[in-house]
């Protein structure tokens, strides 16, 4: 072969590495969610006041910018403080710390750099109230939530305070405040990750319970528990995905199709709950990864405008 060819194929390769390592390290796929989140939580916020979202489009970019680097920061600080852990799981072994695609010195830097990036531009050019919800997101994500993981099996309830954020942190660009019209979409948020997370911990407790993680799957009657959280939390759900149109932040067609998502998601919670099988798990987790995107996709259309 020639060596044209075979040096283009190692560079190719070179890059796709990179860019896995890259994906791994950031946590691409939780990253655009925070990033979706915050975007829906800003569009929901444009009003007659503020103006619409091509007058607001420099804000937008603004502040999607900082949510991204804060998010990709927090993503990495929290692979350098779970590297030993993540270790020991198979899910997990092959992340850039624990493989040892990246050290974890160079880790901690990069961390810490694009966090307090990402916080300043907030800060300087967003405004302060994103920053300081954008530092309880860091906070509570890092140092609350990721030890608790090793010690209380209640963590998957306080981790879904910093997953729920975002969309707040968009509702403040635009409002400059949060109300409750904000705080629905926090409630959203809140509600659909303990389902979700219910799910994923069920399917992988074994693997968790090996890494040292104190799951409620893996706890004496844990399981009776984990399915009670699961419909608690979706039917909770269900009622928070009425507010939008209930406060007018959203029409008709949002909450006809809010019902009817909602009413698949506790059916699949239900059946969770009844089976506690990694097949009905599984079919949790499939709910919960369709049931958001569609729901906020619904809200983006059917968005109540003001005065408009």
């Known amino acids: 072969m020639d060596k044209t060819v075979l040096d283009a194929e190692k560079n190719e390769a070179s890059q796709a590495t990179a860019w896995s390592v890259f994906s791994e390290l950031v946590k691409l796929r939780l990253t655009t969610m925070v990033l979706i989140t915050t975007l829906v939580g800003f569009y929901a ?44 799981m ?30 300043l531009a907030l800060a300087a050019w967003v405004n302060l109230l994103v920053a300081v919800l954008g530092a309880v997101t860091l906070v509570t994500y890092l140092f609350i939530y990721t030890p608790l993981k090793r010690t209380s ?20 660009a635009v409002r400059g405040e949060v109300d409750p019209m904000g705080w629905t979409l926090f409630a959203i948020l809140f509600f659909w990750q303990v389902p979700h997370f219910m799910a994923i911990a069920w399917m992988y407790r074994d693997d968790y319970e090996k890494a040292g993680f104190v ?48 009413g698949l998601f506790l059916w699949a919670a239900v059946r969770f709950s009844r089976q506690l099988t990694r097949q009905s798990a599984r079919v949790l987790f499939f709910a919960s990864i ?8 619904l809200m983006v259309v059917d968005k109540f405008k003001i005065g408009g």
């Open 45 to 88: 916020g444009l009003d007659a006041e503020s103006g619409g979202l091509a007058q607001n489009l420099a804000k937008l970019g603004l502040t999607l910018l900082g949510t991204g680097l804060l998010a990709a920061g927090a993503s990495i600080l929290n692979q350098y403080l779970e590297r030993e852990h993540d270790a020991k």
């Open 153 to 172: 099996e209640w963590n998957t309830i306080i981790g879904a305070i910093p997953g729920a954020l975002p969309p707040l942190m968009g509702w403040a």
């Open 90 to 119: 198979e899910r997990t072994a092959m992340r850039p710390l624990p493989s040892g695609q990246i050290g974890a010195e160079a880790a901690l830097l990069l961390g810490g750099a694009v966090s307090v990036g990402g916080l």
């Open 290 to 297: 369709i049931y958001l995107p569609l729901l906020l996709g």
């Open 215 to 262: 799951m409620m799957p893996s706890a004496a009657d844990g399981g009776a528990r984990t399915g009670r959280q699961a419909i608690s939390h979706t039917l909770l759900l269900c009622i928070a995905s009425l507010m939008p149109f209930m406060m007018k932040l959203a029409g008709v067609v949002y909450v006809s199709g809010a019902v009817l998502l909602g």
